[in-house]
């Protein structure tokens, strides 16, 4: 099996696995980041978001061959040292999750929004956030949390 070398949350990973393993069961199963979440399988739902080089890609499709090892990778546990971070302070504000399985890839990718644009319209925010779904329906909330974090980061 191929030796990867991975940049993931500021830390440096080498891991042994087969050419084309998908990077979600990289980071679950090899790494122990198990903040990102399994839901489809099919980049369909976005519960798999992780950050690679800032922006949002689709952990459950991207295999492992495609990450060059100055690709820097960031989930859910990189946001923050703490969990601090103000999408996450505004993600309890709002008190947002339900089942919370989709919250870390609905973070990850609101984070990618607010870092290209701090102040985004309500239309903007649903355009961005559009491919990442919540089988609860706390779409709302969820708009309401990244407006609070845009109104904190300002």
Partial sequence: MPTFSLSINKEKHSVEVDSGTPLLW????????TGTKYGCGVSQCGACTVHLNGNPVRA?????????ADQEITTIEGLSE??????QKAWVEAQVPQCGYCQSGQIMQAA????????????????????NLCRCGTYMR????????????S
């Fill in 26 to 33: 990289v980071l679950r199963e090899h790494l122990g980041l």
């Fill in 60 to 68: 459950c499709v991207m295999p492992i061959d495609a990450i060059k």
């Fill in 82 to 87: 703490k969990g601090d971070h103000p999408l």
């Fill in 112 to 131: 990618n929004l607010l870092e290209n644009n701090s102040k985004p319209s309500r239309e903007e925010i649903i355009s961005h956030m559009n491919g």
């Fill in 142 to 153: 969820i708009m309401k949390a990244i407006e609070i974090a845009s109104e904190n980061m």
